[in-house]
């Protein structure tokens, strides 16, 4: 019995990689095509089926791609050129995909901003990447106008509403109106590679302010493509997206690896516990994407609805057990796996494809030459990793944890194997562990210590650094640490102040 289960495990395993391999392994034969491009032929191909729905609005393929046509026109209208960089804080929505497909399409890079940040913490990721324009949604009018003044760059960029609002910018949304959504001439555009820039992805890492991971259009193809094979997405799926769109899961996952497969996405603005179930039933949807501790705040709600209204439960059931979610923690009583875990910025994917508790994935011992990954001692006290008498790394063995890194390669026929870094030069020195197992060689650190078992099944045990985990979001102790100290100093003025009678 015991045998016949782990033969099972191994053909889900083996039926699994191939899913995702067969996903991915054209990108880099095709290096002239990317996303925008697959978009468009998407919507040649789908035409009036619904592609992403949402309260705020509903696109059809061949919509979704006529608005980024006009956002396109909008962006090459205003100045925007290849390698340009627009910056865009908006809530969810279908029109946010639409616009930075469309930013792409014309060459430009697109900085995802995170919606939650203010002040000089928003203008300093603002800052880092220079943008020429910033698209700001009208509800986060408030909150990109506290850091504006803070954006270091030069020249300042333009600031754009998405939306009626109160300040006194110009409407993006109203200009792309004006604009046609026919497709630019072929002449008339840049020629785009895999190798170009695509997005910027904030990740806060384990120290310090956020770091703009740069994302190109290679990472941004088979992250979309190899988790619609991964997840064997069907046309008939529909996608349940409440995660932030500025997160490679939300933004790159739940909203762009469903169309691959000429599947729809159900877009919220938010993620809401008490909302999901009855929501996932209510739209039908088949697929949701996880991220954090999103799980564990839906179990007390099932097990609410489980008792309150059995026939509801029902449905619920029938859905949860055909539906399959990405990303959950196998502890968690809910009848879904894990089934891929990608690093946003780094090389370094791991899928668990035949549903192992508690396993965030697996690399048989006959696919480490095709993905290097390894296990290395880590020293927790000074943060690093443990080097032998020779100066080398030394490989953890089973069980026993350490620091996961992967294999950074240069080469042209193996795009995977590469790490863009940030924006940032100095964080991406940071990331690259040099000269680990020979003289000359270079490795992405995850920042994740795991354990790797004698099958080849990894499972996380920490983060490295002094982080903490906030709705989905690594939160740096060094950042809470400054806002206390701001909030100490303006405590201690104001008793001056009171003190002298000011």
């Known amino acids: 019995m015991a045998a016949r289960s782990r033969l099972a495990k191994e053909a889900a395993y083996l039926a699994g990689m191939l899913r995702a391999l067969k996903a991915t392994t054209h990108i880099g034969r095709n290096r002239n095509r990317v996303f925008p491009h697959v978009i468009a032929e998407l919507a040649d191909k789908h035409r009036g089926r619904t592609a992403l729905i949402s309260e705020r609005e509903t696109f059809t393929y061949e919509e979704l791609n006529g608005r980024a046509n006009a956002y396109a026109r909008w962006a ?3 100045g925007v050129e290849k390698g340009d ?12 995909l639409a616009f930075w497909v469309g930013i792409l399409r014309i060459g430009g890079a697109v900085a995802l901003l995170n919606t939650n940040l203010t002040g000089q913490a928003l203008a300093h990721c603002v800052s880092i990447v220079k943008p020429k324009h910033v698209v700001v ?6 909150a990109y106008a506290s850091a504006h003044p803070f954006v270091a760059s030069d020249p300042a960029p333009r600031v754009w509403r998405h939306g009626p609002g109160e300040e006194g910018w110009p409407r993006v949304d109203e200009a792309a109106l004006e604009q046609s959504q026919d497709p630019i001439p072929a002449d008339e555009l840049p020629t785009l590679s895999i190798e170009d820039r695509a ?3 904030y990740t806060s890492g384990t120290t310090g302010l956020p770091k703009a991971a740069n994302i190109n259009h290679y990472r941004l193809m088979a992250i ?11 046309p008939d799926d529909r996608m349940y997206e409440c995660l932030p769109m500025y997160h490679t899961a939300g933004g790159v996952i739940a909203a762009g690896s469903p169309l691959i497969a000429g599947a729809s996405v159900v877009i919220r603005e938010r993620f809401q516990a008490s909302r999901f179930w009855d929501d996932v039933v209510e739209s039908g949807c088949t697929l949701a994407q996880y991220i954090g501790e999103l799980c564990r705040y839906l179990v007390p709600h099932a097990r609410n609805r489980l008792r309150e209204a059995p026939q509801a439960a029902a449905r619920l059931r029938q859905r949860a057990s055909a ?11 809910h009848p879904a796996r894990a089934r891929m875990v990608p690093a946003t910025e780094g090389n370094v994917a791991l899928f668990n ?13 006959y696919l480490k030459r095709k993905f290097p990954v390894k296990v290395v001692r880590f020293d927790v006290e000074i943060g690093e990793p443990v080097r032998g008498p020779d100066g080398f790394c030394i490989e953890c063995g089973p069980e026993e944890a350490g620091e996961a890194v992967g294999l950074i390669l240069n080469d042209p026929s193996k795009p995977s194997a590469r790490f863009e870094g940030y924006a940032d030069p100095e964080a991406t020195k940071r990331k690259i562990l040099t000269d680990a197992f020979e003289t000359g060689d270079r490795w992405f650190r995850t920042g994740d210590l795991m354990r790797r078992d004698e099958r080849g099944y990894f499972f996380f045990v920490d983060r490295i650094g002094d982080t903490f985990r906030w709705k989905g979001e690594n939160v740096a102790t060094s950042e809470v640490s400054e806002a206390i100290s701001v909030f100490r100093r303006q405590g201690r003025q104001c008793l001056r102040r009171g003190a002298t009678g000011l």
Do not use: K
């Open 353 to 365: 494809f035949d549903g192992t508790q508690g396993a965030v994935g697996r690399i048989a011992w």
């Open 76 to 78: 090459r209208a205003n």
């Open 199 to 201: 997005l910027y992805i």
């Open 85 to 96: 960089t627009v910056a865009l804080m908006m809530a969810n929505r279908p029109d946010y």
């Open 137 to 142: 949604g009208a509800e986060l009018e408030a």
């Open 224 to 234: 979309s493509h190899g988790f619609c094979g991964a997840m064997g997405i069907r």
């Open 323 to 333: 539906g399959r979610v990405a990303g959950v923690r196998a502890a968690l009583p």
